[in-house]
T-cell receptor, first 115, second 116 residues
Framework: GAVVSQHPSWVICKSGTSVKIECRSL??????MFWYRQFPKQSLMLMAT?????????EQGVEKDKFLINHASLTLSTLTVTSAHPEDSSFYIC???????????FGSGTRLTVV | AQTVTQSQPEMSVQEAETVTLSCTYD???????LFWYKQPPSRQMILVIR??????QNATENRFSVNFQKAAKSFSLKISDSQLGDTAMYFC?????????????FGPGTRLSVLP
C-alpha cells in the first residue's frame, strides 16, 4: 500500500537552531501534503498544506517564516522549523493523499524537543 | 468552518466486550467524508473506518462499525469483541468532499483502554 516515510522520528535540538523534517511518498506521487502538529494529549491541528511546485498555504496563526515548507518534487515535502524555541516542541505529522479510493496515508511522525 | 466534537475524553472496556465511541460534528456541507482514526502508543495514525455522507448504509470493517446519523450530525464508532490491541487514542475526523486533496478536521480524541 501507499507509504509515507517521515524522518527523523525524533530530534532534540538547541534553542535557536533549525530542524528539517522530511516526508517522502515511497510508492506514489503526492501532489498535496498536509502538515499537522500535535501537542501532548491533544488532537492534530493542521499547520499548512503543501502543493508540489507552489507555495504552501498556512493556517491562521501559523508563522510561515518559522515553519518553512518546501514541496519541490512529487515525492518529497519538507518542514523546517527555523530558530526553534522550547514552545516549538511538539509532535509533527505529515499526511498525503493517495490516488486509491480516497485514501490518505500518514507519516509516522516526528517528535521535536527543543532544549 | 467545520468542527468535530468527541465528548468522551477517556473510556475503558473489558476485553471481548463492546464499546461505543461518540462523535458529533458541525458543518453546512452536504457532501463530505467522516473517518475514525486510531493512534496507538507508536503515534502512527491508522485508518479504522470511513463513511461517505451520501451513503445511507453504515460502514463496517470487521469488528468496527459506525452509526451514521446525518440529520443529527452524529458518527459513533462501535468496537465489538474488544481486543487488547485496540487500546489507543481514537480520533473522529471530517473531510469536505469538494476537491481532490482536502485536509482532515480532527476531533479532540477519546483514549480507549481495553482491560484484560
Amino acid at each position: 500500500g501507499a507509504v509515507v516515510s517521515q524522518h527523523p522520528s525524533w530530534v532534540i535540538c538547541k534553542s535557536g537552531t533549525s530542524v528539517k523534517i522530511e516526508c517522502r511518498s515511497l510508492d506514489f506521487q503526492a501532489t498535496t501534503m498536509f502538515w499537522y502538529r500535535q501537542f501532548p494529549k491533544q488532537s492534530l491541528m493542521l499547520m499548512a498544506t503543501s502543493n508540489e511546485g507552489s507555495k504552501a498555504t498556512y493556517e491562521q496563526g501559523v508563522e510561515k517564516d518559522k515553519f518553512l515548507i518546501n514541496h519541490a518534487s512529487l515525492t518529497l515535502s519538507t518542514l523546517t522549523v527555523t530558530s526553534a524555541h522550547p514552545e516549538d516542541s511538539s509532535f509533527y505529522i505529515c499526511s498525503a493523499r493517495t490516488r486509491t479510493n480516497y485514501g490518505y496515508t500518514f507519516g509516522s511522525g516526528t517528535r521535536l524537543t527543543v532544549v | 468552518a467545520q468542527t468535530v466534537t468527541q465528548s468522551q475524553p477517556e473510556m475503558s472496556v473489558q476485553e471481548a466486550e463492546t464499546v461505543t465511541l461518540s462523535c458529533t460534528y458541525d458543518t453546512s456541507e452536504n457532501n463530505y467524508y467522516l473517518f475514525w482514526y486510531k493512534q496507538p502508543p507508536s503515534r502512527q495514525m491508522i485508518l479504522v473506518i470511513r463513511q461517505e455522507a451520501y451513503k445511507q448504509q453504515n460502514a463496517t470493517e470487521n469488528r468496527f462499525s459506525v452509526n451514521f446519523q446525518k440529520a443529527a450530525k452524529s458518527f459513533s464508532l462501535k468496537i465489538s469483541d474488544s481486543q487488547l490491541g485496540d487500546t489507543a487514542m481514537y480520533f473522529c475526523a471530517f473531510m469536505k468532499h469538494e476537491n481532490y486533496g482536502q485536509n482532515f478536521v480532527f476531533g479532540p480524541g477519546t483514549r480507549l483502554s481495553v482491560l484484560p
